[in-house]
């Protein structure tokens, strides 16, 4: 898909930090699940939040697009705190183990979202969305008949049907078989969003972006490009096993 495709939302700034995490910490109870996490995104870029399970990286979504308040701490999206109307205007969201309304089919869905968010064009954007994530044949049916592979397919134009400017996704690869994976990908890379990946799992990483961020116990332990990842092992060592050592020598 031509990145022209999707545009970008005219209210986000053209340059400059589109995500802003600064020292945040979050509690849940006596655990501590993010201890002073900080780190930026430009405008543009492509960025994997990387870590194993338990790292706190749905936890920092939350917070990026306001469904958690860090107990101290600051957190931005395009210049703007995450609660804001001007934040949520300009931010997509794909949740781990997203629920769409199992109720309403998927074209209802994508309707009723579309409509709350005030897209413009909205039946010319649902049938490129349903064509391109081949989800045609199911417009009609319910979303409690679909498969887990094609509720995560809507989940993800329900996260990009305002074409945002800023997009948070947590493992946008779950369910999804290898032919749908590939058009998925294709997908992601021909947006012209700013894009936050959550994975634990090193080959997404670099199939959908070019930079990563990788957090261990609620806090940073590297941040960098993929090939300076790469730089840091030995010849020929696959970059998995570069990670792995990180996040052992973490704890």
Known sequence: MASGVFPQNSDSPSSGSAIEV????????????????????????????????????????????????????????GGFDPNS?????????LPEDASPYRTLSVRENLEYVGALRGVSNLGERIDR?????ALREYERAKVGRLSRGN?????LALAIIHEPNILLLDE?????????????????????????????????????????????RGGVIWNGSIAELKHLGKEDEP?????????????
């Open 129 to 133: 969305l349903l064509d391109v994530l």
């Open 239 to 251: 970059v998995e096993s570069i990670v792995a050592r990180m996040m052992v020598s973490a704890g």
């Open 85 to 93: 109307t001007e934040a949520r205007r300009i931010v997509g969201y």
């Open 151 to 155: 509720s995560q397919k809507l989940a």
């Open 172 to 216: 946008p690869l779950n369910y999804l078989d290898i032919p749908t994976q590939e058009r998925v990908i294709e997908l992601l890379n021909g947006l012209r969003a700013t894009q936050l990946v959550s994975t634990h799992i090193m080959s997404v990483a670099g199939r959908l972006t070019d930079r990563v961020v990788i957090i261990a």
């Open 22 to 77: 600064i020292q945040v910490y979050k509690k849940y109870g006596e655990v501590e699940a993010l201890k002073g996490l900080s780190f930026n995104l430009q405008t543009g870029e492509r960025c994997a939040l990387l870590g194993p399970n338990g790292a706190g990286k749905s936890t920092t979504l939350k917070v990026l697009v306001g469904l958690l308040k860090p107990d101290s701490g600051e957190a931005k999206v």
